[in-house]
């Protein structure tokens, strides 16, 4: 069973710094592309960066380029992202989700991000 | 980039109505389209990918079609479950979703 658990979620400032990390098991993650995807309290999904399986491409929507970097660890079946320069617009559940062909069959639970002074 | 735009936003219907929720590409996206259900506080559902493969476990009243830039997810027969929000995706050029369509109860 695909398991997919995030953490790191936080209350931090405007203009601070955050790292999330998902905890993968029950699937070969190593072979895996992999997706951050948010959602704003009371509003719809956004994509936010997917990672190729061996971290060799990385996109990012444009909302969130140059300040957050997806990053992944094979070894130890684990993704993060990590985010800086935060905003009050990047206040959102973060969720960690497998990419299967682009579409996402399996997610994690999320972790709340709020960015507020 | 790709944007996806959803009709309608809201949806008001019966048990046993058919119900047609449309997504529209700002530009040809093939049949790299994903449907998914969303209910409060809970985590997205796939229910369709590549247009209208329908997902394992996924009720046969489910059903997706379209092509190009117009897109549509049928529910042949509304089931007080499906009460939800749904979603569109694109995933031809990264990835995009459209801002949703939320079913309630008439």
């Known amino acids: 069973e695909v398991q997919l658990v995030e953490s790191g979620g936080d209350l931090v400032q405007p203009g601070g710094s955050l790292r999330l990390s998902c905890a993968a098991s029950g699937f070969s993650f190593s072979d895996s592309w992999m997706s951050w995807v948010r959602q704003a309290p009371g509003k719809g999904l956004e994509w936010v960066a997917t990672?190729?399986?061996?971290?060799?491409?990385?996109y990012y929507v444009d909302s969130v380029k140059g300040r957050f970097t997806i990053s992944r660890d094979n070894a130890k079946n684990s993704l993060f992202l990590q985010m800086s320069s935060l905003r009050a617009e990047d206040t959102a559940v973060y969720y960690c989700a497998k990419d299967k062909y682009g579409d996402y069959k399996d997610w994690g639970q999320g972790t709340l991000v709020t960015v507020s002074s | 980039d790709i944007q996806m735009a959803q009709s309608p936003s809201t949806l008001s219907a019966s048990v046993g109505d058919r119900v047609t929720i449309t997504c529209r590409a700002s530009?040809?996206?093939?049949?790299?389209l994903a449907w998914y259900q969303q209910k409060p506080g809970k985590v997205p559902k796939l229910l369709i990918y590549?247009?209208?493969s329908l997902e394992s476990g996924v009720p046969s009243r489910f059903s997706g079609s379209g092509s190009g830039t117009e897109f549509t997810l049928t529910i042949s027969s509304l089931q007080p479950d499906d009460f939800a929000i749904y979603y569109c995706q694109q995933y031809n050029t990264y990835r995009t979703f459209g801002q949703g369509t939320k079913v309630e109860i008439k």
């Open positions: 990672i190729l399986h061996d971290g060799t491409a990385k």
């Open positions: 590549k247009v209208s």
């Open positions: 530009q040809d996206i093939g049949n790299w």
